[in-house]
């Protein structure tokens, strides 16, 4: 984690237990950095729109909310120009293909469909963490897109 820049990570869910599962199991990995959590892609956009905010290194985003989703989340990251750098994984329920395909072509750095079980969580969260989203030779293609624990 040292290629973290900004030191703040973003979940983006409007599951209270999806999110409290994703802090519980940062917290075992005695990861320390902190973590914004926004219920809604609303709140998100408007958070990542006010100049005064701190940027996140990592935006960690669902799919399925109400109001605005992760897809036009993604969309509106990637067209403005102080957002569209932003390391942004799609975080969802889903394995639907075409959820996975759409999300890579609006720009998603990866796709992670959540686990179930705080050992996949670990795992997927650390090799997560671990990778440089800085480093231009860890720009996934296609075939690697979506993460596994």
Known sequence: MRHLKNNLLVLTDDDPDDCEFFLDTI??????IPIRVFNGGDQLMEYLKNINSK???IIFLDLNMPVKN????LREIRSINRLKDICTIIFSTSYNSSDIELSYK????????KPFNQEEMQNILKNTL?????DPCSALEKHNFVLQA
């Not at 917290?27 to 320390?32: D, R």
């Not at 992760?70 to 989340?73: K, S």
């Open 70 to 73: 992760g897809f036009e989340c």
């Open 106 to 113: 609006l720009g998603a750095n990866a796709y992670i469909q």
């Open 27 to 32: 917290e075992t990995i005695n990861v320390e």
């Open 130 to 134: 671990d990778t440089d989203w800085n």
């Open 55 to 57: 940027l996140p290194d």
